[in-house]
């Protein structure tokens, strides 16, 4: 980098195989930086290695990504950046991801990590092999408020309301809209976790989503999961997941991947590479 001080950025660990190897010809990771492997060493060609590139020290130590972190134009991009990479390994591979900003201080200290955890990063490969990530989310459309008037006989004439009666009226009526509307998400719920549980290995719940990460038009997430499927099975898991949607009016399920396993690339006892509880250098 120009005999600037550099960080080793992680994108990801994977198989030290030919086509890994292949697949990193022009591949350009965060800060347009080219993407390269970091080995353990040894005599096993096909051992876990690290995917990395360089960043800048000064714009990527700790107290840089403080404020980094806090700008949404550069947290996106660099988000992009580092799953582009990913994504690009699972054309060929099979990977494990890390987390966003995982670094070090140099190659030496990098290596040092990838060879304590040779073991598990092999199993971890090997069990996630010939499988793939896929997002469920599940939707319940916001519904205009009713009113008791709605109920009315035909040709009754009542008298207008008090403003504290039509008050109350409004507020029972939104009572009930909200309560249809979890009976209908809770029984989504159900119907995905059973189609899901004939055609996935595993399931992670994640927090569902607001505001800027959902769309007005979709409605309210209620449901934000992934799961494990094999490559077999894909087809199935996605079948499955549409014939769970129908008859639940007002629900909407939607099915993204194939992902690279950034939900399950540890045992959910395990924690990541040198795990911190926000981004930073390793050293």
Request: aromatic residues 6%; charged residues 20%; proline residues 8%.
């Amino acid at each position: 980098m120009n005999g600037e001080p550099a960080l080793v950025y992680v994108y990801a660990v994977a198989a030290g195989t030919s086509p890994l190897r292949a697949s990193l010809a022009g591949l350009r990771g965060v800060g347009d930086a080219p993407v390269g492997i970091l080995a353990p060493g040894g005599p096993d060609a096909t051992a876990p290695v690290f995917v990395v590139s360089e960043v800048p020290a000064v714009q990527w130590r700790e107290e840089a990504l403080r404020s980094r972190f806090e700008d949404l134009a550069w947290l996106e991009a660099t988000a992009r950046a580092h799953h582009d990479v990913v994504q690009a390994l699972t054309a060929h591979t099979n990977v494990l991801p890390l987390r966003l900003a995982t670094l070090y201080e140099d190659d030496d200290r990098a290596r040092e990590a990838l060879c304590a955890q040779q073991g598990a990063f092999s199993a971890r490969l090997a069990f996630l092999a010939h499988h793939a990530e896929y997002g469920v989310k599940v939707y319940v459309a916001a519904e205009a408020d009713t009113s008791d008037d709605l109920h009315a006989e035909p040709g009754a004439q009542p008298d207008p309301p008090s403003p504290g009666k039509a008050y109350l009226r409004a507020r029972r009526a939104q009572h009930h809209a909200r309560e249809d509307r979890h009976l209908r998400a809770r029984q989504a719920a159900d119907r995905i976790a059973g189609a899901a549980a004939l055609h996935a290995a595993h399931a992670v719940r994640h927090p569902t989503q607001s505001g800027p990460l959902t769309h007005g038009e979709n409605g309210e997430n209620v449901l934000n999961d992934a799961y494990l499927v094999p490559d077999e099975s894909a087809g199935a898991f996605r079948a499955a997941l549409a014939d769970a949607g129908r008859g639940l009016p007002g629900i909407r399920i939607e099915v993204t991947g194939p992902w690279a396993p950034y939900s399950f690339a540890m045992p959910p006892t395990a924690q990541p590479v040198d795990p911190a509880a926000r981004p930073g250098v390793r050293s």
